[in-house]
């Protein structure tokens, strides 16, 4: 069965920054398009950035130049370092492994809180 842990979250003032990891568990991670993804209060979630098996990366317009994802495949983890961040950054912070650009393969993990305030 496969587990996704996400962690790091927590509380920052905006322009803050916080580095999310998650470890990935019973699946074969390297050959995994990871992603970050977000939920906003009262809103839909949202993904934010990706890496695929080679490493190539995909960010959101709203956080291109200031978020940067990245893969440990020996340590089965993806993270997701945000600087600058913004108040509208708010949300939980959820990884998983793409299936196509709207389907994910695996059930959700519990997720990191990310308050940012001004």
């Known amino acids: 069965q496969v587990q996704l842990v996400e962690s790091g979250g927590g509380l920052v003032q905006a322009g803050g920054s916080l580095r999310l990891s998650c470890a990935v568990s019973?699946?074969?991670?390297?050959?995994?398009?990871m992603g970050w993804y977000r939920q906003a209060p009262g809103k839909q979630r949202e993904l934010v950035a990706d890496?695929?098996?080679?490493?190539?990366?995909t960010y959101a317009d709203s956080v291109k130049g200031r978020f940067s994802i990245s893969r440990d495949n020996a340590k089965s983890t993806v993270y997701l370092q945000m600087n600058s961040l913004k108040p509208e950054d708010t949300g939980v912070y959820y990884c998983?492994?793409?299936?196509?650009?709207?389907?994910?393969?695996?059930?959700w993990g519990q997720g990191t809180q990310v308050t940012v305030f001004s």
């Open positions: 019973g699946s074969t991670f390297s050959s995994r398009h």
């Open positions: 998983n492994a793409l299936l196509g650009r709207t389907l994910v393969f695996f059930s």
């Open positions: 890496v695929t098996s080679g490493g190539t990366t």
